[in-house]
């Protein structure tokens, strides 16, 4: 007589505490022996309640938030936060500000993707690279701290402009940089791209087709992935400034892991293209926009003038006030569409700031991109999602 | 009830100030979002076609109000038509309207739920706004989008709004055994509990927030103009 053995589906912690878990990921894994069933993510354990603290912050006082949410592309979130406000009161800023702004989005969009990919590599097993990429990321950390004295959160990027200047000799630097760099992701990309073992793990793993794409929310890389042209470098707000730099956008044909790995690593000769027609061609001239109601005087003036002194105490102490309404303002951030909705009611501190992060969308797929995978390639999958808790649990 | 019909609509954006020429450059898009409207006619409240103006070949911007009650029919249209087949979700947001104007307090529309799309093959978003009062119980989109399935979450846990046809509604951000809804206007920015070890009884629990001081909110009117909203974009 035949005996039925009746199997039960395992289920199996990860995390938080996992190094292949980018921060702070508790999933509770359904597995059919070593194959994955269901994997509910728990996310929140790095809430910090953002949302709320941006409410009763002035403008100004909100802007450092921003560094800290994905806190490996720290200035495309000061970005998107400062444009939205000058996008609500409707300033323009001068030219040398706005490719400044370029020149470094697209560091941070360096500095973003040499982590992603290496902390990748690693998960899957070639520790070497990630070597190589936290040498690069010092120099452009170092970079960061000449501009705006902080290796991290930089807060450099603010309403109205920029912070501070930069001085020749930073962009003669970072021009220096760009030129060895390029043979850095060199090396990087011929460690890896050609690796038997490395392809074992990444390719036709985590394939996502379009419809599902657009299903899940997802934007920049994993949307592009799957074939579809799309990048808000090209389509949205700052299209008119970049135009002129960016030349082609990479995009996948299979949307699996190694189609993301692949393009992470053009994307990063396309950022250099792009800082490098950007410092040729930087204009000399103001980096603050001259609308006095929302920017400090400068310093100089401070020393030698009351009123200018009443005035940058007023601002950095009261704020500004702006009247009621809603906007959505959003950029490409090195993960995808970084956006902040903020809805204002004439008064100097939002009334409320929604944060639209885009590794929370990518991350609540890992449920359906990770199915009947192998236990081992969750890890693969967690790591081409370029997961940053920061971002994800706000 | 749509307020404006196609013609009147299209006479006002051509009427307005200095766009005339982002609205020839932009012609298809507009019609493309009219079409859109006509589309769910029946169900719209009041309707606000945006541009953005600083941009020349940016987005149409488009922002409907609608009753809470349809919803999940406007959607559904929206979604199963070919005017916007190519939709990405890219955000529900919740505003809580309790102390929106000073004194006044709305209650019988207390949170404003925003929806977001963006039609990648167009280039252009679109804001779908309902306005209800609390206890109303949303219908919930996760059928027809799966990314709005942890959205709902965020909003069921921060605000506490309850979304009718959501299979797994549970907590999302805040911590497991949290009380209480974070970003509603009456949740205290300091909240009540606080995590702290015990040294007597060797362990971290949640205990009464014990504050030094009370937080202080400088807030006064400030004597200085108010500055204005020159261009707003969705």
Same mark, same amino acid.
């Given at each position: ?167 020749? $000799?930073?962009? %003669? /630097? +970072? *021009?220096?940089?760009?030129?060895? =760099? ?6 990087? !990309? ?27 929310g ?98 950095? $102490?009261?704020? %500004? /006030? +702006? *009247?009621?309404?809603q906007?959505y =303002? ?6 995808? !569409?970084?956006g902040?909705f ?12 929604y944060?639209r ?38 | ?35 859109l409207?006509?589309?769910c006619?029946?169900v719209v ?16 911007n488009c922002s409907i109000s609608v009753n809470p009650?349809n919803i999940f029919y406007t959607i559904l249209m929206l979604t199963?038509?070919?005017?916007f087949?190519?939709c990405n979700l890219i955000a529900i947001t919740c505003i ?15 949170f404003t739920l925003t929806y977001i799309f963006l039609d ?5 978003r679109l804001n779908i706004n309902i306005n209800f ?5 949303i219908q919930s989109i996760t059928?027809l989008f799966?990314s709005a399935n942890?959205l709902e979450?965020e909003i ?5 709004i309850?979304f ?70 969705l």
């Amino acid at each position: 007589m035949l005996k039925f053995k009746e199997v039960k589906n395992f289920l199996l912690n990860f995390g938080p505490q996992h190094p292949a878990a980018h921060g702070v990921l508790r999933l509770i894994l359904e597995t059919d022996g070593e194959v994955i069933k269901k994997a509910d993510s728990h996310i929140g354990l790095l809430h910090r309640g953002t949302e709320k603290l941006l409410e009763n912050k002035i403008y100004t006082q909100g802007l450092p938030y921003f560094d800290r949410l994905d806190y490996v592309s720290m200035m495309a979130q000061e970005l998107t936060f400062s444009m939205s406000i000058e996008k609500v009161l409707g300033i323009t800023i001068p030219k040398r500000a706005m490719y400044l702004r370029v020149v470094f989005l697209e560091l941070t969009r360096i500095l973003n993707h040499l982590l992603a990919l290496t902390t990748h590599a690693l998960d899957v097993g070639a520790m070497t690279p990630f070597l190589w990429a936290f040498e690069e990321r010092e120099k452009l950390m170092e970079f960061y701290e000449r501009v705006s004295g902080a290796r991290l959160h930089a807060n450099f990027i603010r309403p109205g402009g920029l912070a501070w200047d930069c001085n020749s $000799s930073l962009l %003669y /630097d +970072i *021009f220096n940089w760009l030129n060895n =760099f390029e043979s850095h992701i060199f090396e990087l !990309e011929n460690v890896l791209i050609h690796n038997r073992i490395f392809k074992q793990r990444l390719v036709n793993i985590g394939v996502m087709p379009a419809f599902k794409a657009f299903n899940w929310g997802y934007t920049g890389v994993m949307l592009r992935s799957t074939g579809i042209k799309w990048d808000l470098r090209k389509t949205g707000f700052l299209n008119n400034l970049y135009k002129d730099f960016l030349a082609k956008i990479p995009i996948g044909l299979r949307g699996d892991c190694y189609d993301r790995f692949l393009m992470r690593i053009q994307e990063m000769y396309e950022s250099c293209f792009i800082i490098r027609n950007a410092l040729e061609t930087l204009p000399e001239g103001n980096i603050m926009s001259t609308n006095s109601k929302i920017i400090v005087p400068p310093r100089r003036n401070m020393r030698m003038d009351m009123e200018a002194l009443i005035h940058h105490f007023k601002l950095c $102490s009261e704020g %500004y /006030d +702006i *009247f009621k309404g809603q906007s959505y =303002f959003a950029l490409e951030a090195p993960k995808g !569409e970084f956006g902040v909705f903020l809805a204002t009611s004439n008064s100097n501190k939002p009334y409320r700031c929604y944060i639209r992060a885009p590794g929370f969308f990518h991350l609540q797929s890992l449920d359906e991109m990770s199915y009947s995978h192998m236990l081992a390639d969750l890890v693969t999958i967690i790591g081409t999602q370029d997961i940053v808790f920061g971002e994800v649990d706000r | 009830m749509i307020i404006l019909n196609k013609n009147q609509i299209f006479n006002r954006i051509i009427n307005k100030k200095s766009d005339k020429q982002l609205i020839t450059f932009n012609k298809y898009k507009v019609l493309f979002m009219l079409d859109l409207i006509s589309l769910c006619s029946d169900v719209v409240e009041s309707v606000d076609l945006q541009f953005d103006t600083a941009v020349t070949e940016g987005h149409i911007n488009c922002s409907i109000s609608v009753n809470p009650v349809n919803i999940f029919y406007t959607i559904l249209m929206l979604t199963s038509s070919n005017l916007f087949c190519e939709c990405n979700l890219i955000a529900i947001t919740c505003i809580d309207n309790l102390v929106q104007d000073k004194f006044i307090k709305n209650l019988d529309k207390r949170f404003t739920l925003t929806y977001i799309f963006l039609d990648v093959k167009n280039n252009s978003r679109l804001n779908i706004n309902i306005n209800f009062s609390e206890g109303y119980i949303i219908q919930s989109i996760t059928s027809l989008f799966k990314s709005a399935n942890w959205l709902e979450r965020e909003i069921f846990d921060l605000f506490g709004i309850f979304f009718a046809g959501h299979k797994d509604l549970r907590r999302i951000l805040t911590d497991y055994g949290f009380q209480g809804n974070p970003l509603k206007k009456d949740f205290p920015l300091t909240g009540y509990l606080e995590l702290r070890y015990d040294e007597y009884k060797k362990y971290v629990g949640y205990k009464n927030i014990d504050l030094m001081q009370e937080f202080r909110v400088f807030n006064t009117e400030s004597p200085w103009e108010k500055l204005e909203i020159v261009s707003f974009t969705l």
